[in-house]
Structure formats: structure tokens, C-alpha cells
């Protein structure tokens, strides 16, 4: 896995910047002709994926007609339970390490064989009608509503993790993370249910990734931005599932994501490129 | 009972029957026992019986779904009664109406709470004029029991109320009883076994409310997260909790069929009609 993650981290954004389309990525099999890939591959996948995970299946789709991808969106530790559990799919795409760390650890999928295919930032959100919250340092106001993923889920670490960092930072006053954690009303099972809460304006603030915020969501949340220093930046590894049918296509799949094609449509979906 | 023995041989309806049942008897039996044997098996079945988490969500389910049911008892009972006694047609109409929770999937519920009484919804403002904000808290949570479960009970007390028969009440007030009294002593008491069982089927969906629970009122633990909201968590985290929650609902589930059970055995009324 670490040689993958540097070959990725060295590679992909050369490769991305050459604009070059055809990269020979050593994951990539010379393989067969578009017509004959074909087959219904099951993907799971971490909810912050849906979107642009949804712009590979329509690019995918136009490659190879006669290949049908099925995705399920969940949070990841839901995923990775019910893989756990003996739920079948070819390729599991995790929003944290953490996740495919017990993956490889229950035996799902083989210890080595993940690669970092995407990076996230964190954002606050608010909704575009509520005035509440006009800086980060607002999130510790008393009475506000706030919402975020659980904690067990990767985003919901991560933004506890951001808030830590703000309050360490010195910069948004005493006691920072204990009034914006007093703050909080609901733990969402995942982050689009946290942001639908922010988007309905019955919350006031929540913690989401970038990529969240998509075109339709644009228009009902305004989105404020955690410096760098202070952010977490999420690092997103996929693998093929151990007890998947049709390990070929699920290679198929994750070479494509990891190929300078997949990734461009990953940037286009506001996913970050991993970090060196 | 007699009669079907001896057609079972001759009967192949019935040995289709035989076999569906066996089949039904394993579908359902299987999961719940492998949910019970998982959770047993866990080492740690007891300590996560009683972990902060499962506990704060068990008195939250135990305190809402009570509060729940005294409303409902309490307006539900005169509202069937009604419905039993006078029949015209906006009460007909009502009287459809009712069941509408019971087919209407929870989420839905959920997300028609959240346009009604939601910071943003049609009686938001009203409601925030008053001071009141719903989402994301308890009471938001018992309102959305109330409103999946109190069609069961309404329901089945209705159908107890039509089972007494409107001459005994008559009777009761040409004795110079007033209402209050024959309802008291007269149609609460040949009811009772229909009032029971609908009580313990509101309840028994009250506990088991999820969708609108996590739509409406959110999910934060000992605020609104009950024990269904509670195992959804567990899931992403801790398994032997989420394994034990579900075998604690299970239990109260089976506890809350065999009072039905026993309560309408009792009421040979209730079964000749």
C-alpha cells in the first residue's frame, strides 16, 4: 500500500498535469477490448463519493457499454460492517484509512492491496438564509445548532478533529472546542444527512467535506472555510473486496479511478489531489 | 381444529399450507435466533447491556414511548369512541384517515413533521413566536411516536367500543347514570380486552419508531436518541452494543405479544364476534 500510495502521490499529479490520457499505471492490465468488458460489478462506497463517483459510472459507461456498475453509498463504517457481515461487492472505497485498516484487519480485503485514490477538506456550512454564523468563531456562540456525522464515522472524526485544531490554535477564544461540542444537537449516521439538516435550516451550522457542497446544494448553504493549519485533510483509499466475483472488473475499476481520466473527474467533483 | 386434522391427509391445500408455514416458522425464526445467538455469544454481552450508551437510550425510549402513550390513551380513547358512535361523513372521512400512518412509510412522517413544525416549516415561525423549537429534541421525538402508533390504538379501541352493545349504554342512562359513569363502568370494562391489545401494539411501534425519529428530532444520545436511533449508531462503532440493544427491543417485542396473546385468551367476548 505505501508503495502504491507514492508511486500515486508522485504520479498522478504529473500525469494529471501532462494531460495525458492513456497513462500505462502497472495496475492497469493490457487486457481485453472494450466490448468485451461486461459484467454488473458492485461498488460500495463512502457517501462523500456519491457525486463524483456517479461522473465515473457515466464515463465508464461510454467506455464499456455492456459493464453495469452498482454502487451503494453509505458511511464507511457502515460499508465496512456489512461487508463484515457477508454483504457482496467487488470494490469497497473508504473515506478514511481507519476504515480500511479493520477491512484488512476482518479479512475483507487483502492486507497491501489498497491505494489513496482522492483527498477531502473539511468545510462549515450554514444555511444561505440564517445569519447566525458569520465567522468560525460564531460556532461557539451559546444556543447555536449544530450538527455533525458521528464520530465513528470518518467525516464525524475528522470535524472533531478541525475543531481540536481551531481551539489549539489559540485564534477563536478559551474554551473553543467545549462550547462548539455543547453546541451540538444531532449526530447524523452520515454527512448528507448533517448537511440536508443545514439545507432544511433547521440547524444552524455543520461540519461537511468540500465536495459536499455540490451544485444543488450551492444555493442553500453558504460555506465557510477552515484554514489549512487547522484543517483535516481526508485521505480516501480504495481496494478490491477479497470475496468479490469478478476481481478483473473490479481491477478494471479501480485502475480507471486511479488513471489520470478518473482523477481528473474526481477534481471535477471538488476531491483534492493526495498529499505528498 | 378437529375437522382440519382430519382433512389433512386428503387436503392438498393444506399441506401447501403445512409446508408455507414451515417455511414462514424458519424465515422469521432464523434471523432472531442468530440475532440472539451473536449477541449472547459476545463475551462482553452484559457490559454492553449496560454500557452509558444503551442505558441512556433505553430510559429515553422507556420515558418518551411512556409519555407517548398517556397522550395517546388519554385523547385517543375519547376520539375512538366517537368514531364507534356517530357515523357521518367527515367522521368516515376521519375515520379513513386515521389508518394513513400505519401504510405512510416513518420517514415520510418524518420529513411532513419536519415541513409542518420544523424551524422552517409552515408553523415554524408560530411556533418560534411562542418560543417553541421541535427539531432535535425530546419532544420532538415523542411526537413522532405519537404519530406513527396512536392509528394502532385508536384502531383497536374503536373496534372495542363498536363491540358493546349501545342498548346496555341506553339502558345504563334511562337508570339515571350519567355518561360519565356508564362509560366508566359499563363500555370501559366490556371493552377492555380491545383497548389492551390496541394499547400494546401502539406501544410496541411507539418503541420501535426509527424514521421519523432521526428525520424529525435528530439523533444525540440521552437528548433523542432512542433504542432503534441507538443500534443505527452502535452499528458504525460497536457491534456487541448494537447486537445487545436489538436482542432488548427483540425481548420487549416478545414480552408485548404474549400480553396480547394472554389479554385477548381472556375476553372470550372479543373472540366470538
Known amino acids: ?276 | 381444529m378437529v375437522r382440519s386434522r382430519r382433512q389433512g391427509q386428503s387436503n392438498p391445500i393444506l399441506m401447501v399450507g403445512g409446508f408455507a408455514t414451515a417455511l414462514f416458522v424458519l424465515f422469521v425464526g432464523l434471523p432472531l435466533l442468530a440475532l440472539l445467538l451473536r449477541a449472547l455469544g459476545n463475551d462482553g454481552f452484559f457490559a454492553s447491556l449496560t454500557s452509558d450508551v444503551a442505558l441512556q437510550a433505553l430510559k429515553l425510549s422507556a420515558f418518551t414511548s411512556a409519555v407517548s402513550m398517556a397522550v395517546i390513551l388519554v385523547l385517543g380513547t375519547p376520539f375512538a369512541y366517537l368514531l364507534a358512535r356517530r357515523q357521518t361523513l367527515p367522521l368516515h372521512i376521519v375515520d379513513t384517515l386515521v389508518e394513513l400512518p400505519i401504510v405512510l412509510p416513518p420517514v415520510v412522517a418524518g420529513v411532513a413533521m419536519l415541513m409542518a413544525f420544523g424551524r422552517n416549516g409552515i408553523f415554524g415561525a408560530a411556533l418560534a413566536h411562542l418560543g417553541i423549537a421541535l427539531p432535535f429534541t425530546t419532544a420532538a421525538v415523542i411526537l413522532a411516536q405519537v404519530f406513527v402508533s396512536a392509528p394502532f390504538y385508536v384502531r383497536a379501541a374503536k373496534l372495542g367500543f363498536l363491540g358493546v352493545d349501545q342498548e346496555y349504554e341506553a339502558i345504563s342512562q334511562t337508570l339515571g347514570i350519567s355518561p360519565w359513569r356508564t362509560f366508566w363502568r359499563l363500555t370501559l370494562p366490556l371493552s377492555w380486552p380491545s383497548l389492551l391489545s390496541g394499547a400494546a401494539l401502539a406501544w410496541a411501534r411507539a418503541l420501535s419508531e426509527f424514521g421519523a425519529t432521526i428525520m424529525f428530532a435528530g439523533n444525540f444520545t440521552g437528548r433523542t436518541q432512542t433504542m432503534p436511533l441507538a443500534i443505527l449508531s452502535a452499528m458504525e462503532s460497536n457491534l456487541a452494543t448494537a447486537l445487545a440493544l436489538a436482542v432488548m427491543l427483540m425481548a420487549l417485542s416478545v414480552l408485548l405479544l404474549i400480553a396480547i396473546a394472554l389479554v385477548s385468551r381472556a375476553a372470550p367476548w372479543e373472540q366470538r364476534r
Open chain 1, 1 to 276: 500500500m505505501r508503495l502504491l500510495f507514492y508511486f500515486l502521490a508522485v504520479a498522478v499529479p504529473v500525469l494529471t498535469l501532462a494531460g495525458c490520457s492513456a497513462a500505462p499505471l502497472p495496475t492497469t492490465s493490457p487486457g481485453p477490448t472494450a466490448a468485451s468488458v461486461s459484467g454488473n460489478l458492485t461498488v460500495f462506497a463512502a457517501s462523500s463519493l456519491t457525486d463524483a463517483f456517479n461522473g465515473v459510472k457515466i464515463a465508464l459507461a461510454a467506455k464499456y457499454p455492456k459493464l453495469t456498475i452498482t454502487y451503494s453509498f453509505a458511511g464507511s463504517s457502515t460499508l465496512r460492517t456489512q461487508l463484515e457481515q457477508g454483504a457482496t461487492a467487488d470494490v469497497f472505497a473508504s473515506a478514511n484509512t481507519q476504515q480500511m485498516d479493520l477491512a484488512v484487519q476482518s479479512g475483507v480485503v487483502a492486507s497491501g492491496e489498497s491505494a489513496l485514490f482522492a483527498a477531502n477538506r473539511l468545510v462549515v456550512v450554514v444555511p444561505t438564509s440564517d445569519t447566525k454564523v458569520q465567522t468560525l468563531a460564531d460556532l461557539a456562540k451559546p444556543g447555536l445548532k449544530l450538527v455533525l456525522a458521528q464520530k465513528d464515522v470518518p467525516v464525524g472524526g475528522y470535524a472533531r478533529d478541525a475543531i481540536s485544531k481551531m481551539d489549539a490554535s489559540g485564534q477563536y477564544g478559551a474554551g473553543f472546542s467545549q462550547k462548539v461540542l455543547a453546541n451540538l444537537v444531532s449526530e447524523e449516521s452520515n454527512v448528507k444527512q448533517a448537511l440536508a439538516k443545514v439545507a432544511l435550516g433547521e440547524a444552524d451550522a455543520a461540519i461537511v467535506y468540500s465536495t459536499d457542497v455540490t451544485k444543488n446544494m450551492a444555493s442553500q448553504v453558504t460555506v465557510l472555510a477552515i484554514p489549512d493549519a487547522q484543517n483535516v485533510v481526508a485521505a480516501y483509499p480504495i481496494a478490491l473486496v477479497k470475496a468479490g466475483k469478478q476481481p478483473e472488473l473490479a481491477q478494471r475499476f479501480i485502475s480507471y479511478v486511479l488513471s489520470p481520466e478518473g482523477q481528473a473527474i474526481l477534481k471535477r467533483y471538488g476531491f483534492m489531489e493526495v498529499p505528498q
